[in-house]
């Protein structure tokens, strides 16, 4: 089955720099890569996703990449804010069947004003 | 729009009791349904999951079990709870593309 990987585990900057969020996956079939924030008691949210016919996707401050051949995918923040700490998590899946997701670990990112 | 609801919102149960949680999805017809848990400061587990009515696949296995009496109903059981229940379980649902939208959860401590 799919593995995702999803580093680092923690991750700390000053409001204003940016973040980076690196996940791989194992599974050259997955085609489908969403991003997922979640902030402390609350659900999951999905923040963007991308699929596998596109290298990059942007939203305002928040961009995702991918790099099919060395199947890695990234997700950058910019400007952060404090309002943009949060577990962020990342998953694949592959559009077949139940279309399972497959999650990375999670990233806790701190954003100190 | 749709809408995806789960309750209780919080539960505190003794050890070796059952359980049952429930989530309805609003506004859509047919969807994926899936259950995952989530330990305290941990990533997402996923249960269980369902393409249509009566039809479950588990993916861990565990004393829990999932039903689907309707095609926008889905249930998590427990015949006897285990203090290794305690957590964060959370519905999502799919459309039938590859993305799924959580419910807001189901807050267990098992005592």
């Known amino acids: 089955g799919e593995n995702v990987e999803q580093h680092p585990s923690t991750l700390s900057v000053q409001e204003g720099d940016s973040a980076v969020i690196k996940c791989t996956y194992s599974?050259?079939?997955?085609?489908?890569f969403p991003w997922y924030k979640q902030e402390l008691g609350k659900r999951p949210q999905l923040i963007i996703d991308?699929?596998?016919?596109?290298g990059e996707k942007k939203d305002q401050r928040i961009a995702v990449t991918l790099n099919k051949t060395a199947k890695h995918f990234s997700l950058h923040i910019t400007e952060t804010q404090p309002e943009d700490s949060a577990v962020y998590f990342c998953a694949a899946s592959k559009s077949a069947g139940a279309n399972n997701l497959f999650f990375g670990t999670g990233t806790r990112l701190t954003v100190i004003p | 729009s749709q809408t995806i609801h789960q309750w209780p919102a919080t539960l505190v149960q003794p050890v070796g009791s059952p359980l049952s949680l429930e989530c309805t999805v609003e506004g859509t017809s047919n969807p994926n349904l899936y259950w995952y848990r989530q330990a305290a400061g941990r990533g997402l587990q996923l249960l269980f999951y369902?393409?249509?009515?009566?039809?479950i696949s588990s993916e861990v296995p565990q004393n829990l079990s999932a039903s689907r009496p309707q095609d926008r109903q889905f249930i998590l059981s427990s015949k006897k709870l285990l203090l290794s229940d305690s957590g964060f379980y959370l519905c999502?649902?799919?459309?039938?593309?590859?993305?799924?939208?959580f419910g807001p959860g189901t807050r267990l401590l098992v005592l």
């Open positions: 991308i699929r596998s016919n596109v």
């Open positions: 599974d050259s079939a997955s085609n489908y």
């Open positions: 999502a649902w799919g459309g039938g593309q590859e993305t799924q939208y």
């Open positions: 369902s393409v249509g009515i009566g039809q």
